[in-house]
């Protein structure tokens, strides 16, 4: 009988795991400057060096959580998944001969290629001048390294944004290179990823007692940023302390933000929160209530409801743009004679029936809208587009127009903002 062949142990299947991992990244280094050189120069390089130069490369790029925080195993992996997937399909023009190599390969292949570039010197090995002259122009491209370094920091900002979410926990990553550590040779791309709690507390308002956390965004290199606004903003009278105060936002509104702007991932809805209060612009409603304009990516979308609770702004609601209690709200309300439930029943209460719908196509819902001061919801897919996900069962135009009953008729100017809304002019009051 023949003998079960024996598999392979723990060790011998690293072993064979180094020595693809070492034939694979040879094979690009070599690819590489060929294409650099437009031949062969590798073959000049006498193999004890390049075997000196695979012991002093640079390691893939690498993510761990930073000393002294925590980042869940679920997270960490996923965040992994993410970065490791974009940076291998992420191409680099190096515009000299058209060169693409994914961002990956740069700041591994490519980053060892200038290491050999700069421990060259003449008297090396007898080509090592025309070696180093070939690299000359790449090693020394100022322009793609500095491509180079704007995509890894977008791409270290998308991952902590993706995965920030105000009323759980912030993330925030840093790149560094690290040489000679751990008794190795070569340099680590060193991925840092920084997190830290939201702080929340419980406020009391109206006698209803509810969570709130603190508002704050986090940025790649710099870390958590906390947001803060001053008294004499939100008020016209003379106060003797104007120390920024602090905000918080109650999980109330966190929960009609999702529900209200539901066709947007939540984190771009916290970081947009976060832009809107850090560059406020205030209203105030027929009541003398403080909106503050949420904005996403700078096209109004609706308002928060705030109060001063002490010596803190608490956000205790959002309203979208249509909704009752919002100045485009109380005009399109007079101007078609839709109450609350009667938006809710065609659901233009929510953005994604903007976005999903045709109601952008009806000349005379889009008139009757854009008079009211709704036409940045229409932008708001023209200005963002990938951002949204479409969703079914919206309400038609069609359908729109007949239960306003306006399917044969044409629509007459509605009232200008200025004459017919019973707020304040936002404009006016908006404070710098």
Known sequence: MA????KPSGYQLQAIATAQYKNEFMRKLKLIMYSIAGEDICSLIPLAHLEAIYSIRCYSLKLVPAEGHLVSPVILNNMKSFFSAWVKD???????????????????VGMTIIKLYYSINEKMFPAAGKVKSALRDFCTDKETM????????????????FYSDISERYYWLSYGLEINVEGKFGSNNLISVYSHQSESIHVKINGLVRPASKLGWAMDFKGLEWAAIKPSLLTKEVLPNDEPMNIYVQSHALMRLSERIDCVMPSILHQNMYSSFVEPKIY???H???LIEYRIYGTKTGYFKIDIVGNIVVVKTFLFLTNNGTPEGELLGKNTGLKML??????????STF?????????????IFCDSGCQSLFDLHDNNGGIYQ?????????FMLAYLGWNNTVVSEAVPVQKQCDFINPSSLIQR
Do not use: W
């Open 342 to 351: 009667d938006k809710k029943y065609l659901l233009i209460d929510k953005l």
């Open 390 to 398: 479409k969703t079914p069962l919206k309400p038609t135009s069609e």
């Open 288 to 290: 003398h209530n403080l």
């Open 146 to 161: 500095n491509i180079c370094a704007k995509q890894l920091c977008r791409l270290l900002y998308v991952v902590g944004y």
């Open 355 to 367: 976005i999903s719908s045709d109601i952008g196509t009806s000349p005379q819902l889009k008139k």
């Open 90 to 108: 992420q191409p680099i023009p190096y515009r000299p001969n058209e060169l693409k190599i994914s961002l990956d390969d740069f700041f591994t």
């Open 3 to 6: 003998q079960r062949k024996k």
């Open 284 to 286: 105030f409603d027929s």
